[in-house]
């Protein structure tokens, strides 16, 4: 089945410490976006991929960085995690175009900093 | 900041009828009204949107008033797998990408 795949579920970091999360998607979908999402609160658009095209949330920290090398693959770089940063990330993708309204969403990578 | 009401919580016997309100007053007339819930522990799932007309899927029932300025959605006939927080969301969906702004939406319980 077409899905979206995050790696790993679940990552334990230390506080400054570099991490990267991973997407992978069998979908072929031309947008890609990453949410945040802390405990008990809604997801939080931090930023998307439309093609090649990066688009930053406004108020989307600097620590937060991502890359797209090619349709099927998303990062999502936390460069100096601290202890606020712990959440779970969830990554989704949507195909433009008229008739185009469904976000798929992946199962979230939970990250936890020490 | 979300553009919708819900109610924080609801409760419905399994087997019943769901009818999660949401009002979006604020509605502008290019903006659709979507709906997402999310399973504990699980990345959100789509259910169904609209504009102007009810629309019906496999999932669920969608009923837009006629002003747009609120809906309803139905799930009618409620299993245990549908507890979860239901999101309602308003947002314009053209050509492009959209963001969804998720609010808080509505826990819903279904009881046994």
């Known amino acids: 089945d077409a899905m979206v795949i995050q790696n790993p579920r679940y990552q334990v970091t230390q506080f400054g410490k570099p991490v990267t999360l991973s997407c992978s998607q069998t979908l072929n979908h031309n947008v890609m976006y990453w949410y945040q999402q802390k405990s008990s609160q809604a997801p939080k658009l931090l930023f998307h991929y439309y093609d090649k095209d990066f688009n930053n949330e406004a108020d989307t920290p600097d620590n937060f960085q991502s890359r797209r090398p090619n349709t099927s693959f998303c990062f999502l770089d936390i460069r100096s995690p601290g202890l606020g940063d712990a959440a779970m990330y969830l990554c989704?993708?949507?195909?433009?175009?008229?008739?185009?309204?469904?976000?798929?969403f992946g199962p979230g990578t939970r990250l936890t900093v020490t | 900041d979300a553009k919708t009401t819900q109610p924080t919580s609801m409760d419905c016997a399994e087997g019943r009828a769901a009818n999660l309100p949401c009002n979006h007053s604020t509605i502008s007339g290019n903006e659709y009204v979507y709906w997402y819930r999310q399973i504990h522990s699980q990345g959100p799932q789509y259910i169904i949107h609209g504009l102007k007309n009810n629309e019906t899927n496999e999932m669920a029932s969608l009923i837009i008033t006629e002003d747009r300025k609120s809906s309803t959605l139905i799930l009618p006939h409620a299993t245990l797998r549908d507890t979860a927080v239901y999101y309602c969301?308003?947002?314009?969906?053209?050509?492009?990408?959209?963001?969804?702004?998720f609010g808080k939406g509505t826990k819903l319980s279904v009881i046994p």
């Open positions: 969301i308003v947002n314009y969906s053209g050509a492009g990408s959209y963001q969804l702004t």
């Open positions: 989704a993708t949507s195909k433009s175009g008229l008739g185009s309204y469904e976000q798929y």
